[in-house]
């Protein structure tokens, strides 16, 4: 673990890889420090921002030194089921791409519980990951200039659900009706950093 300072009031922890991220993230918010008012993970570091009048950032570097992260640890968070309808163009093709039927890919994507490791690209844009999905699913070789929102993809080792129309190289399996981001919601992100979260085959078309 790397520690450097972000300004006056942040420290910024560097690792090598998301599951040492998500191991610290999940300690710190566990057993937070005093004085944290926030902490961002992403995909090699997490940011904890502070309130100095309660903590220093030398105090706060030695607090963190003394954690011991669970190798393997998650971040407790509520459940989330999202529905989808499994009729998403790139379907046909992730599941060859991962040697399977269609079915079973969405088997496979229904029985796992996902966890929101860090959220990044588009406000509401959660990167979710699971141990229980050990895929690495390839980009589209040509992004489509805009993905509809509601779109539930896949890439790399991650899942994830387009909040709005945006450009995108993710692998479209499915379709959900649950907005990810709604101004008028509080929390406006339906999927935080933290959060678990189940996707519900509610209209499979094969």
């Known amino acids: 673990m790397r520690v450097l300072s972000s300004g006056t009031t942040a420290l910024l922890l560097e690792f090598d890889d998301l599951d040492q991220v998500l191991a610290m993230y999940t300690a710190l918010t566990e057993d937070r420090p005093d004085g944290v008012v926030d902490i961002v993970p992403a995909a090699r570091t997490v940011l904890l921002v502070t309130d100095p009048a309660v903590t220093s950032l030398a105090a706060l570097e030695a607090s963190v030194r003394a954690l011991t992260p669970r190798p393997g640890g998650r ?3 509520e ?3 999202v529905p989808v309808t499994y009729d998403g163009p790139d379907l046909p093709a992730a599941a060859e791409l991962l040697g399977c039927a269609e079915k079973e890919l969405v088997r496979r994507h229904t029985a796992t519980v996902w966890t929101v490791a860090f959220c990044g690209f588009a406000p ?16 589209r070789p040509t992004p489509r200039a805009s993905v509809p929102p509601g779109s539930v993809a896949l890439a790399g080792e991650f899942c994830g659900v387009y909040p709005r129309a945006s450009p995108g190289g993710w692998q479209l ?9 709604d101004l008028s ?3 406006a992100a339906l999927l935080r950093p933290g959060t678990r979260v189940r996707f519900v085959d509610v209209g499979s078309q094969v």
């Open 185 to 187: 919601r509080d929390p």
């Open 173 to 181: 399996v499915g379709q959900t009706a649950l907005a990810a981001f």
């Open 79 to 81: 459940l989330v089921e």
């Open 75 to 77: 971040p407790p968070g």
């Open 124 to 139: 509401g844009f959660g990167y979710l990951t699971s141990p229980d999905w050990p895929f690495d699913m390839p980009r």
